[in-house]
C-alpha cells in the first residue's frame, strides 16, 4: 500500500524487486524512463484474451505508447487480433506511415489546411488512413483536400457518447463532437457519401465517462459509489444508442465499414452487442497509476510495466529524502491523482506542501515500512498517465529479467513533437 497526502494507495503487486531494479539501473543516467517489457507482455495477453472473448479485433491507441518500437511489440503481441493505430495527430499519422504503420485512424478532427493536405496526400500514396469529421465544415474542407490531391478519403464520423440527463441540462462525459442523436449522425453520414473527394466509412463512438472514469480512487473515497453509478448506467445508455445509430445507418444504405469504441477502462462492456466492429486500448499495457483505481477485474489483473528513475540527492531531515526531479504532472483536470506516485522502494510518499516538483521532489519515509535509502539511491515513480510519460524522456530503457537488454528512442527522442 502506498500513502501520498493522508490517501491509501491500492497498487497491483509488481515482480519487480527494488534491490534488482537498481542494480539494472547501475550507469544509467538519472532521471530515466523504462519499460518492464515482461510484464507489457503480460499485459499484451491479458488484453488479448479478453478481446478475443469479446471476438472483437482491437486497435492500438498510440496516444498512451509514443514509442515506434513499443507499438510494434503490441500489435505484434497481438497477432492477428491487434489491428492498425489510432493516432492523435495527422502529423504522427504522417510519421507513423513513414516508419511502415497501416491502417490508421486519426481520431480528432483536422481543420487546418496542412493536416488536410497531410491525410489527402496519405490517402493518395495508399496509405490505409481514415481521418475523423464531427460537423460539415470540417467534413467540405476534407473533401475539397481530397479533390485536390485526386483521391478519395476515408472519414469516420465521431459521435458524442456522453451521457446526458434532465433535457442536456446534465452532462457526464467529455466534450467532443455534436453529434450526439441518431438523425444528426444519419444527415452528416449523407452529406459525406454525397461529396467528392471523400468516402463515409464508419463511426467513432468513445464512451470516456466508461473507459476514463476509476470508481475505487483513493483520493476521491466519497465520489466513488456515484461513478460506478455512473459507469454502469452510461455503459448500458451509450450501448444502446450506438447500436441504435448503426441499425439505423444500415436502413438507410450507409452501413460503416468501421465502428470504434472502447478504451482500457471498458473492453469488458464494449461488445459486439453495441454496435462496434472492433475496440481501442493503449494505457492498458503500460498500466499507469491512474489505472490502478477500477472495479473491474480485467483492470485489476493488469500490471504497472512503465516507469521513470530519479535520484536521491540531499536528505534535509532523518524522515525525508529529496530527488532531483519528478515533476511530471499529468494532463487534465488538476487534483491529487495527476501527480506520479513514488513505487519503489514501498514505504516513500509525497509531501503535501510540495508534491512533484520540477527540479526537486521530497520524499517522506516511513518508519515502520523497513525502507533504507541514501542518497545516491534512485527512486521509482509512476506517472498517472501512460503516453505523457515518454513527452519527458527521449529513450526508453527497456528491462527484462533484472537487466536492460534494449534502449529505444521515444516520439521525443526522434525529434518528434505533436501536440
Same mark, same amino acid.
Given at each position: 500500500m502506498l500513502v501520498s497526502g493522508g490517501a491509501s494507495v491500492a497498487y497491483t503487486p509488481s515482480v519487480l524487486d527494488y534491490e534488482g531494479i537498481r542494480g539494472a539501473l547501475e550507469g544509467v543516467e538519472l532521471p530515466c524512463a523504462f519499460v518492464d517489457v515482461d510484464a507489457l507482455d503480460r499485459n499484451i495477453a491479458r488484453v488479448r484474451a479478453l478481446v478475443s472473448r469479446q471476438e472483437l479485433p482491437l486497435r492500438v491507441a498510440?496516444?498512451?505508447?509514443?514509442? =515506434?518500437?513499443? $507499438?510494434?511489440?503490441?500489435? +505484434?503481441?497481438?497477432?492477428? $487480433? &491487434? !489491428?492498425?493505430? %489510432?493516432? &492523435?495527430?495527422?502529423?504522427?499519422?504522417?510519421? *507513423?506511415? !513513414?516508419?511502415?504503420? +497501416? +491502417?490508421?485512424?486519426?481520431?480528432?478532427?483536422?481543420? !487546418?489546411?496542412? +493536416? *488536410?493536405?497531410? =491525410?489527402? @496526400? $496519405?490517402?493518395a500514396d495508399g496509405v490505409r488512413v481514415a481521418v475523423m469529421c464531427d460537423s460539415p465544415g470540417s467534413l467540405r474542407r476534407l473533401s475539397r483536400a481530397g479533390v485536390e490531391h485526386g483521391t478519395t478519403v476515408n472519414t469516420v464520423l465521431c459521435v458524442d457518447m456522453s451521457l446526458k440527463a434532465l433535457g442536456g441540462r446534465v452532462h457526464v462525459g467529455v466534450r467532443r463532437s455534436p453529434l450526439h442523436e441518431e438523425q444528426a449522425v444519419l444527415d452528416l453520414a449523407d452529406q459525406a457519401s454525397s461529396l467528392p473527394g471523400v468516402n463515409f466509412y464508419g463511426l467513432m463512438g468513445y464512451e470516456a465517462q466508461v473507459a476514463g472514469l476509476g470508481d475505487a480512487n483513493p483520493f476521491e473515497p466519497r465520489a466513488n459509489v456515484v461513478k460506478s453509478m455512473v459507469r454502469r448506467v452510461s455503459a448500458f445508455e451509450l450501448g444502446r444508442r450506438r447500436r441504435r445509430i448503426v441499425d439505423a445507418l444500415g436502413r438507410a444504405g450507409l452501413t460503416p465499414v468501421l465502428v470504434n469504441g472502447g478504451g482500457s477502462g471498458s473492453l469488458d462492456t464494449t461488445t459486439r452487442a453495441t454496435g462496434v466492429t472492433e475496440v481501442t486500448a493503449g494505457s492498458a499495457f503500460l498500466k499507469?497509476? *491512474?489505472?490502478?483505481?477500477? @472495479?473491474?477485474?480485467? %483492470?485489476?489483473? *493488469?500490471?504497472?510495466?512503465?516507469? &521513470?528513475? =530519479?535520484?536521491?540527492?540531499?536528505?534535509?531531515?532523518?524522515?525525508?529524502?529529496?530527488? $532531483?526531479?519528478?515533476?511530471?504532472?499529468?494532463?487534465?483536470?488538476?487534483?491529487?491523482d495527476k501527480q506520479p506516485l513514488p513505487y519503489l522502494p514501498h514505504g516513500l510518499s509525497l509531501l503535501d506542501i510540495e508534491g512533484a516538483g520540477e527540479v526537486q521532489t521530497p520524499l517522506r519515509v516511513a518508519h515502520d515500512a523497513g525502507v533504507s535509502v541514501s542518497v545516491g539511491d534512485p527512486v521509482i515513480f509512476r506517472h498517472a498517465k501512460a503516453g505523457e510519460l515518454a513527452e519527458r524522456f527521449e529513450r526508453y530503457h527497456l528491462v527484462s529479467a533484472g537487466k536492460v537488454v534494449d534502449t529505444v528512442p521515444t516520439y521525443r527522442g526522434e525529434g518528434q513533437c505533436f501536440l
Open positions: 498510440s496516444k498512451s505508447v509514443r514509442v =515506434v518500437s513499443l $507499438l510494434r511489440r503490441i500489435i +505484434d503481441g497481438g497477432g492477428s $487480433l &491487434f !489491428q492498425g493505430v %489510432m493516432c &492523435f495527430s495527422c502529423a504522427e499519422a504522417v510519421f *507513423l506511415a !513513414q516508419r511502415g504503420f +497501416d +491502417d490508421l485512424l486519426i481520431a480528432y478532427p483536422p481543420f !487546418q489546411k496542412l +493536416d *488536410l493536405n497531410r =491525410v489527402a @496526400r $496519405l490517402s499507469p497509476h *491512474l489505472f490502478d483505481y477500477f @472495479r473491474n477485474a480485467h %483492470m485489476q489483473e *493488469l500490471e504497472p510495466a512503465a516507469f &521513470f528513475a =530519479v535520484e536521491i540527492t540531499r536528505r534535509p531531515t532523518p524522515d525525508i529524502v529529496t530527488c $532531483l526531479g519528478g515533476g511530471y504532472i499529468a494532463s487534465g483536470a488538476t487534483s491529487p
